[in-house]
C-alpha cells in the first residue's frame, strides 16, 4: 500500500466514524479545503476518501462544490427495519437448525449484563453488542452474504437520528435472550418468532418516539 493510499484510508475511515457518531450532523455542509486542514491531508488522498462515501450515498456533491451529509430518513429506516426481520428472522432459525455457537454464548453473557439495575451502558458501546449478537445470529445460520448485506443496513441506520435517542437498552437485551434461547433449543419456529417478536418492538420504539417529537 503506497502512502497516498495509506492517508486516503484514514481519511475515509475519520470521515465516516464522525458522520457516524453525528460529529458530523445530517444535512452539515463539509468543504475539501475544510476537510483537508482538520486531517492536515492534501487533495488527494482527500479526495479518494470522499469519492468512497459518496459512492456509498453518505454524502452528496452539491453544485458549488461542498458536501452534503445525507439525512436518513425515518421512512428508510423502518423499511430497513423490516426487510431485516424477514431476512434475519430467516436466519435464527436456520441457526436453530444448527445449533449454538460460542458467539453466542458470549451474546448471551454480555446480555444477561445488560438486565442488571446498575448497568450503565453508553448508546456505542451497546452497538457494538447488538453488532455482535446479530452477526452471531448470521454466522451461526452459516450465511455470509447476508453478514455483509445487513452490515452495510446498520450502518445507514446508524445515521439516522433516532436510533441513537434510546440510552437503556434492557428491552432489547431481552429480546436477544429470547432469539438466543430458542437457538438454544434448537426450535426453528420458536427462533424465527422471536427475532421478528424483536423487529417488530425495534418498530414498535421509534414510532413512539415520533410520537413524542
Known amino acids: 500500500m503506497t502512502e497516498k493510499e495509506t492517508l486516503a484510508q484514514q481519511a475515509y475511515n475519520a470521515i465516516k466514524q464522525k458522520i457516524l457518531s453525528q460529529q458530523y450532523q445530517p444535512e452539515a455542509v463539509l468543504t475539501e479545503r475544510g476537510l483537508a486542514t482538520e486531517f492536515g491531508i492534501s487533495r488527494t488522498p482527500l479526495r479518494s476518501a470522499i469519492s468512497r462515501i459518496e459512492k456509498e450515498g453518505v454524502v452528496y456533491r452539491l453544485d458549488n462544490g461542498a458536501l452534503l451529509v445525507r439525512r436518513v430518513s425515518v421512512e428508510q429506516l423502518l423499511e430497513i427495519v423490516q426487510v431485516r426481520r424477514i431476512l434475519e428472522g430467516a436466519a435464527a432459525a436456520r441457526a436453530a437448525e444448527k445449533g449454538m455457537t460460542k458467539a ?4 448471551r453473557k454480555v446480555m444477561l449484563d445488560c438486565l442488571s439495575e446498575d448497568n450503565n451502558m453508553a448508546f456505542d458501546d451497546f452497538w457494538h453488542h447488538d453488532d455482535a449478537f446479530h452477526n452471531a445470529v448470521i454466522d451461526a445460520a452459516g450465511l455470509p452474504v447476508l453478514r455483509g448485506l445487513v452490515g452495510e443496513f446498520r450502518v445507514t441506520a446508524r445515521r439516522c437520528t433516532i436510533t441513537r435517542v434510546h440510552d437503556q437498552f434492557s428491552a432489547q437485551a431481552q429480546d436477544h435472550l ?23 418492538n425495534v418498530r414498535i420504539r421509534f414510532l413512539d418516539w415520533l410520537a413524542q417529537v
Open 104 to 107: 453466542l454464548e458470549a451474546s
Open 178 to 200: 429470547g432469539v438466543i434461547d430458542a437457538i438454544a433449543e434448537g426450535n426453528p419456529d420458536k427462533a424465527r418468532a422471536a427475532m421478528e417478536h424483536h423487529f417488530d
